[in-house]
């Protein structure tokens, strides 16, 4: 017997069932893009060839992009995409679709499951937002097969199940979740405007090597920046938790920066019986990991801002400043300018992934400092632009938990 079911939120004027149908009563062609033997001829510019990585959480991005000849191109004809067509992920991320835009009419594709030829009127919008609620992900996943890289077939995705409407309804909730998906582009577009912001501000508001002066300066300043080294304006930290003053373990995270174990982790790494012998970090402390990754290619610096003291492992290195603005030296150490000198001198020995110096050397490190007024307000800047980008980043996570919650009251 047919299922009938009802959404939580609907618009006004809709209050019919939705239907259960198979895509294949739907869709005339529901089959697999290109896959063949043939090795396609790729060029640096040619034909758009559409594949897996283009498709994403209901988009298409052609940050990734592969060319193709005309004749590979022309051979797939019979199979080209067309406007208002569906495609879904056939293998690794399986099950994110995306309909293809006019600016795509006539695209090739390949590692698609393409759906055209509609039997009956659908808006594929509304299809393409049904499918990336829960329900819909929780069903594609069950008839998923493979371990290590799951893959689902053309033909069962014939016999799959999604619930319709009127097209009047599809096309409301389609223009909705459509409308909802700009507020979050153009918020994603502000955001990304205040990064490179940032990251040009960080590049130019310091001095290049050699230099003595940055490009870029706040109204007021034109003295010399003075270079320094790390050691005329702070000393390691040598007391250690010796009679278990602190529990609180600390880790230093490139993309986090300092926060407690615990939250970094999920749970304690250490214990009490074994942090005897690590580092006391208070408040307004530097911590350098030397661990290297993608975000900290020699390591990060990073300040403990958690307003309290805590430990950190013997592997870290801690060091206390003075007379100087700790907001200034924290987004010092976020430019690029201290790498050089940590290349030179440092080794990554057979740990590939940290980067060994000597403490006596790691002091020797220069620093370029304006006077302690220009440090102040170089630091309030950067302060600011932290909190924007964190008001921005706060926004664009509550449009995106916004639109979660309509797909999952607004579809069934």
Known sequence: MEKQKCPVVRFNGYSESWKEQPLNNIFGRIRNAFVGTATPFYVKKGNFYLESNNVKDGKINKKSQIFIDDYFYLKQKDKWLKTDDLVMVQSGHVGHSAVISEELNNSAAHALIMFSDYKMQTNPHFLNYQWQTNNAKKAIEKIATGNTIRHILSSDMKEFLSFFSSYDEQTQIGNFFQNLDKFIALQEKKLGQTQYLKKAMLEKMFPKEGCKQPEI??????????????KDISFKVLEKNCENLYS????????????SQRDFFDKDISNASNIKGYYVVKANDFIYNPRISNFAPVGPIKRNKLGRTGVVSPLYFVFRVQGVD????????????????????????????????????????????PTLEEQKKVGQFFKQLDRTLVLQQQQLQTLKNLKQAFLEKMFV
């Open 217 to 230: 300066r706040l109204k007021g300043f034109i003295e010399d920046w003075e270079e320094k080294q790390l």
């Open 248 to 259: 609180e373990t600390f880790t230093n995270s490139a993309q986090f920066g300092v926060i």
């Open 326 to 369: 700790y907001q200034f030296l924290e987004t010092y150490f976020e430019t690029s300018i201290w790498h050089k000198f940590m290349f030179l001198n440092g080794d990554t020995g057979a740990r590939s992934d940290r980067l060994a110096i000597k403490d006596t050397i790691f002091m020797e490190m220069p620093i370029y400092c």
